[in-house]
């Protein structure tokens, strides 16, 4: 039996009183002094009057209010397919550079207000991610360049067309059209078309995020610049080499629908894929990694060719880490066994072409590696980026359009591209915004946002998602493809042009509309198909062998909420989503390990996440410095610090983004080349200044209870009714009541036989499980005898939901997609360091492991959301009965019956309660009550109030929110059965997180119906590894979980042994003997 | 009077909603379906977006033609027929919608029906308000006034009773306490005290509760729109204009060009009623026909929309005063009571079709909303949807049950009308 500790911080790991002053739910005092001092002051009594006075008059003064009198304004014409207050799904494409989701997009009278996914979308499934979730607030971003505008004076399209026109035909230098990934084959078309009529002109592309490394190493290896399909659900063995593939990689949507399918296992069914990760910073796929080890990013090189070498003549690996020796030894090993599958994340060609090496000896060409389907997600090649900035600076350019790029923010060399682009004589830029490129362009010819245009996207050869647009143009906006048309002189425009094509490709009206209405076009089956590695192994051998490293090295990575910058910067639910391994919000830092941290002086106090001033550190870097706080990150390689990028933008990106944390694009290197994700020629040094960072993981605490169970594969396989055990041994003995007789030998275990308990099936059912020497939990007697309280039926409907702890990979689509439905407040970072932060969704983040050594930490993501409890702790409390109980099982929460005594939230063992401390969104009556933090003020622009959900109340100061289970979904649902007259069908009701999952970890129905998918897995398919958190306080959760099995020799902790209960040491409840 | 007003209303309202009730099942098919399918475009006796119905089966060619218009005119008229091309061309080459689900039976019991109509007299359908509880209301009246000459009597005699003894006292020389006045009566100031303070709360909590309710709110509507007109006189269906009631939790303010579809034709009020504001002054019914055509963009005189430069038409949106106001936290679907729980519009809106101009008929309150939702019985043995309740199912069956309440099945709990 293994022993497994986790913590959510080193605080909690050390200890220490900070920390336990977190663990206090309100440790603000009130602001106001209630003191001694008031009573025994002079005038309480006066004081007292004062504060009835004002609330009298404040009383009267809302009293008075007349009711105001209120317009009705209908259509004047009304449009046939709406009907107001019924919302319209249009089938779309979510794009933006090479990132791809195929999307229903749901309107609500005309505006696009939430994005699910196309589950028609045989590559994503339906999934999302946090980012596709989210792209609906850019399209109501305040920021938005809302005309033409040459400077900052607006011009008419058909001046500016005029002006470039004859700029175009009186040039003698080529013109440039500088491109970030195009998925769309009319795009592409139209820039063809554009070359034809200037044949000078040149089309460059480039990625912020680059992958040229890879299309340059597979040109090299397999003849094509093209990345390959990968099939992660076909994979036995995974080895990904600082590919954050569930995060950032390439398709992550994708990958994790697809990884999640090897990772979904039963007591029946215990066939699991085997993930090996080796990085040097702590991603999520490191966290989903079965078996993680470290290297500083310099070494990646050599840990792909010790693979290589391991996997083809067997020669055991010599780093100075002997853990990642033999984790590059028994991967190799689970390699050779057939259907392996590496990736790696460099973006150095040598390092691609060893795994393309490795690749092509394990045999992955033709079964996890597809070249028959090509990825065309990336495209850029960073030489042609280069040549293009030597050919600006020398004049040589006779115009530049940038579309759907940023380079003078994103280009690692910006220096030289600002000054490149001086010379250039005409300069225009696509940009939503007037970004840090858009500034220095002559002109800005803003584009559509995707929700608004017509368009097409092929993210793999002969697959095709097409786009359409979901409201008119908000401002004086123009498709890009629209402008390349008009310059090249055509008369058509891009919608017709578009149109023209695709009735073309499909032949007949009815295949359009039905193509339309679809959103998606795609092979019956993936075509498959292998490659024949003919790369130089040794030349990359010697090239990986004359890196350097250095002995601290700086890189660069994405967030999974912000990515590469972009528009993503000034989105306020992505500012404010946690990031999954950090839980920071709000800002970069400079991730770095605990040991690393101490040496850089960060240890301010032991507790790196309690306190928020940060030590902040100098990072001088290519001969720029850039000042970052300090973020204590287990599991990071002890020499390595990472900086996210996408922040630190110019003020005129946006209010949310300006000034939020620094730019870490001056970090990346280029290697003549393409550019390299980290510097080995930096320095890191501790400066006397700290710095508030905004983290959430600290802000619950569940006192130290056991909340997560995690088992090995082999334990798993040998033990499946561990966990069954250790839930009987919790709960066993409260499932009868005590005067009740035993019988048989199994205790609770054995049937329970309360008359008029349940069914006579269920207790010979369970006879039978015992005789057969099995666990059987008596739930009903629990749920009955465990407590004083009545049991009361759930007629009907009982929901339930399922959360599936082993596929979900933190990556938060959930939380964005909880936040867009239920109209969840953005409350700024000064709020979420006063704990404030209102998601009603939350991904808790666990460590376990040593922490001084990376290669052990192992890390859990727990999605935390209301319990819904049957026996809630919350509604016993409530004074007014605000919080209670429905016939359904959901815990019911009536704002305008709230009167905010947080009681409930004080009560909740789940801490999944929010209170609304400031008035977030202009939401009561009162004037100048709006919390203001600029930052977040965007958020209740009328413009982007557009996209508040119309069906769910928006709270205000002062009351009580949480989970509702999205009842306005169940609610809709239900109506709709009852207007077609049949009962509910499973799967009809779905809620948004479940709805926006990839890895389809959540499940969610009605328990009463037992064809339902979740009763199934409740009852028949996973009754091994279903767990409730805290169910030994008779909360009768409504959401259970399923435990965490990982495919490794051994869960690392360090702990009290108590069977394979989770628990904190040091904790005084933990020392407790079961109450 | 306010109170017996309201009094008369509800007595009517009950009236009415049972006669409407008993009518619909008493009569066979043919009135209903005239409602449903054709009132929104004819009139039995009038001409309107359509011909008049009454005395049709004379007229058209024949029944089998009658029974092939009515299912597909537009087929008809495709196939060259003579006389349909001759009525889609009279009618502004308005085609009428197709009705396929309709029977042959179904057609003739509609024409059986526009048949029977018999042309309405003046003053027939206005109702007379039901006369019940007037004398009930007036009695109340007379015992307060009686109550309180007999309280001013009792005081009048009580204040001569003890002026006459102390004149008697002061005459017989006998000493008499000196009087305090009512004012300084220290009993009498507490019971002031208090009476105030109660009558005081009891009026401040009543004003609360009612704060943001508009029982009987009847704004000027920028159209002198009569419900009665349309609803009441000529029958239009309730959800021809405000389809969104079935399908949508808002029952939908129609667009102008819904009321163009009829007002086309109509351009004049040829009614016999005066249209009488609440105020007492009179409106000419043609004018705000007219009103109309200025917010729909239509040129009575060409009898063509005004078109913009863009070809679109050049329409504005009327802005209606909003009668029924929810608070925000309140989500009420139309279509759950309309489509589901199959509640007649009047039960919420009152006799909307004897209104003019329309009021807010009920309080709108959460406690309005609970009784109802207390007393009345969801379809449950009609609808599918119900047959999760196993045991209610089965308390039916063995008569241990009359019928299952909206909150019997939750419709109490919270979050069923706020989220």
New interface residues.
Partial sequence: MSQKQYWKGIGQLQNTAAENEVADEFNESLPFDLSGDLLNATTPRRDFLKFLGFSTAAATLAASCEMPVRKVIPYAIKPEEIVPGVPNYYASTFVDGGDFCPIVVKTRDGRPIKIEGNELSTIMGGGTSARVQASVLNLYDKTRQRFPASGDKEVTFDALDRQIKEALAASSQPAYILTATILSPTTKDIIAKFIAKYPSAKHITYDPISYSGMLLANEASYGKRTLPSYHFDKAKTIVSLGADFLGTWLSPTEFSYQYAKGRNISAKNTEMSKHYQVESNHTVSGAAADIRSTCKPSEMGAVAVALYNAVTSGAAPSFANKNLNKVITNAAADLKKGNGLVVSGSNDVAVQTMVNAINGAIGANGTTINWATTSNYKQGIDSDMAALVDAMNAGQVGALFIQGLNPIYEYHDSKKFEAGLAKVPVTVSFADRMDETAQKCKFIVPDHHFLESWGDAEPKSGYISLIQPTIAPLFKTRAFQDSLLMWAGETSTYGDYWMSYWMGKLGSQENFDRAIQNGVLEPAEMPMGGGSFSGNVAAAMASIQATKGAAIEVMTYEKVSIGYGGAWSNNPWLQEMPDPMTRGTWDNYACMSPVLAKKMDAELTPLNEVVEHKRVVKIKVNGTEVLLPVMVVPGMHNEVVAVAVGYGRHEKAGRAAANTGKNAYPINTSNGTTINSYSAAATVEPTADTFPLAITQTHNSYEGRPILHEYTLEEFKKDPQALLREREEEIGRYSKLPWEEEVGAHGGATAHAEEGGHDAKVTAAAAAAVAHGDVVLDEQGFRENGTLYPDYEHLGIHWGMSIDTNSCTGCGACVIACQAENNVSVVGKEHVIKAHEMHWLRIDRYFAGKVEDPDSIQTIFQPMLCQHCDNAPCENVCPVSATNHSSEGINQMAYNRCIGTKYCANNCPYKVRHFNWMDWNDADCFDDNLFEDYRRDDINDDLTRMVLNPDVTVRSRGVMEKCSFCVQRLQDAKLTAKKDGRPLKDGEARVACQQACASGCIVFGNVNDPESQIAKIRKQEQVERTFYVLEQIHTLPNVNYLSKVRNTDMINAAGVEKGHEVIFPNDDFSQRPHA | MPMIRRFAQRAFILICVLCLNTSAFAQPDGKALFKTNCATCHNPLKESTGPALQGVDGRVPSKEWMYKWVKNSAGVIASGDPYAVAIYNKYNKTAMTAFPNLSNEEIDAIITYVNSVKPVGPGDGTPQPAAGGAPQQEGGWVYAVLTGVLLLLGIILWRVNSGLRQAAHRKEGIPTEEEIPLYRNKIVIALTVIVLLITGGYWMVN??IE??R?QNYQ?EQPIFYSHKVHAGVNQVNCLYCH??AE????A???????CMNCHMQISEYTGTDKLITAEGREVNGTEEIHKLYE???WDAEKGTYKRKANGE?D????????IH?L???V?F?H??HV??GKVQCQQCHGNIQDMDEVYQFSPLSMGWCINCHRQTKVQFE???????????HHELKNGEREGVTVED??GL????C??
């Avoid at chain 2, 939908?252 to 819904?258: H, T």
């Avoid at chain 2, 709990?413 to 069923?416: A, H, I």
């Fill in positions: 004003g609360a704060m943001g508009q704004p389809a969104g399908k949508s939790r808002q939908m303010i129609p667009s102008s060009n819904v917010y729909a963009g038409i329409a504005k949106p009327i802005p209606w005063t909003k106001n608070a925000d936290h989500y679907n279509s759950q489509s589901v009609s609808n599918n949807y119900y047959s999760i309740f196993e045991k209610y099945i939750g709990e919270c979050q069923r706020h989220y």
